[in-house]
């Protein structure tokens, strides 16, 4: 099932992201706990799916090392002062890529997520280049809280508006899910889903295509 589906579903941006994190984490208990808990979202029903469903999502294109990792201390700032905490497995990922035998759309410079609870109970942000080196997408998904996330989100798109102006929204499909990055055009500063891959995702008539 491909990107529409949404958001944790096997071969998805989060379905990737939470593999990722769970083969990377440690050995024993505690990556048996992330992929417990990585197979029990990729089966989640209705309801659960429209938990994970993204709210918004965001490319944003670091010119260097310095703004990379000025990224990272704008999703730790703004982490902190939600209640929420980061993980930086950027560089694990990077490790475990050069072990493995890995096809090219799971590789990854840039791997961060905002998390919370001490056990990582809810993600509320993903950031990522996976499958499109050098282009970051940072995605929240709806979750359960409203208000606390919600301020979190607004605060930090704001920042990483000032910072990156010219950062690009990427579109949502109705489903919760996003397009393939090679599926999308830059037309003026919107991205749009490419005319021969519109059949994949939706009727063409949508507005976001």
Known sequence: MGQGAGRLQP???GWY?????AVIQ???MNRMRCIA???????C???DQERVRTLAALEVVPRDDADRRLLVEILRRHALAAGFHVD?????WQEFERTSSLPASFRSSFNVGVWQGTEDEENQMLADDRG???RIWITFPKGTGVGRATRFREALIADIDRHWPARHAIPILPTGGLPLAKDLILVGETYRIRPEARQRYLPADRPLL
């Open 37 to 43: 808990f990585l197979l029990l979202m990729t089966a």
């Open 45 to 47: 029903g209705p309801v």
């Open 11 to 13: 071969g998805s941006r």
């Open 88 to 92: 930086d497995v950027s560089k694990k």
């Open 132 to 134: 499109h080196i050098g």
């Open 17 to 21: 992201a939470f593999w990722s994190m």
């Open 26 to 28: 440690g050995a024993g």
